[in-house]
């Protein structure tokens, strides 16, 4: 199994930026996509960006496309959401996910297999 830490949430303005962090351990050999998802209050779980455990995909929701930026370093297991022009509607629970096996990217939260325990965010105006 893969286990995910979540960490550098916290309290920023509008306009500001803030960097969560995802460190992964266990069987990341196993990991073939890593994903940042979303949940506000009252809002159900949303896809923020996803990447290849190769590094070399991307995908993004069109919400945060020029503003959010993921990437990862092998060396440490890590997956990073650079967040930057921050809005008050990113405000929410950042979670980290793992999908196992092969393909393409996918979006869909039930087709990733682990998940992390969240990092709230908060965007003031």
């Known amino acids: 199994q893969v286990q995910l830490v979540e960490s550098g949430g916290g309290l920023v303005q509008a306009g500001g930026s803030l960097r969560v962090s995802c460190a992964a351990s266990?069987?990341?050999?196993?990991?073939?996509?890593m994903a940042w998802f979303r949940q506000a209050p009252g809002k159900e779980r949303e896809f923020v960006a996803a990447?290849?455990?190769?590094?070399?995909?991307?995908y993004y929701a069109e919400s945060v496309k020029g503003r959010f930026t993921i990437s990862r370093d092998n060396a440490k297991n890590t997956v990073y959401l650079q967040m930057n022009s921050l809005k008050p509607e990113d405000t929410a629970v950042y979670y980290c996910?793992?999908?196992?096996?092969?393909?393409?990217?996918?979006?869909?939260?039930?087709?990733?297999?682990?998940w992390g325990q969240g990092t709230q965010v908060t965007v003031s105006s």
């Open positions: 266990g069987r990341t050999s196993s990991v073939n996509t």
């Open positions: 996910a793992a999908k196992y096996g092969s393909g393409y990217i996918v979006t869909p939260m039930w087709e990733y297999d682990r």
């Open positions: 990447i290849s455990w190769s590094g070399d995909s991307t």
